[in-house]
């Protein structure tokens, strides 16, 4: 089982940026399709960054441009670096693993691995 844990997340105005760190511990290679979701009081958990084993990348169309999913497998680290954040990227941001698949699944419950969030707050 993999163990993720979060870090990074605060409090910035609309435009400002935050850098979200996910350090993974017992991590093999059979997890590997890792993302971030992020979760907003009353709304489902939506996937908005995804990494496959081959390094493939994508992202929800509402972070394209905005948001940069990347790794450090030699820290065992997983990145989300948010520009440009908006109010309603306000949420809960998770770090999620799951088993290797192409494409990684956008449905979180496709994910077997799970952080306990960091909080992301944006004010307009």
């Known amino acids: 089982q993999v163990r993720l844990m979060e870090s990074g997340g605060g409090s910035v105005q609309a435009g400002g940026s935050l850098r979200l760190s996910c350090t993974a511990s017992?991590?093999?290679?059979?997890?590997?399709?890792m993302g971030w979701a992020r979760q907003a009081p009353g709304n489902e958990r939506e996937v908005v960054a995804r990494?496959?084993?081959?390094?493939?990348?994508s992202y929800a169309d509402s972070v394209t441009g905005r948001f940069t999913i990347s790794i450090d497998n030699a820290k065992n680290t997983l990145y989300l670096q948010m520009d440009n954040l908006k109010p309603e990227d306000a949420a809960t941001y998770y770090c999620?693993?799951?088993?290797?698949?192409?494409?990684?699944?956008?449905?979180?419950?496709?994910?077997?691995?799970w952080g306990s969030g960091t909080q992301v707050a944006v004010s307009s």
């Open positions: 990494l496959e084993r081959d390094g493939s990348i």
């Open positions: 017992g991590y093999t290679d059979s997890n590997y399709c």
């Open positions: 999620a693993a799951g088993p290797p698949s192409r494409p990684c699944p956008l449905e979180p419950s496709k994910y077997n691995s």
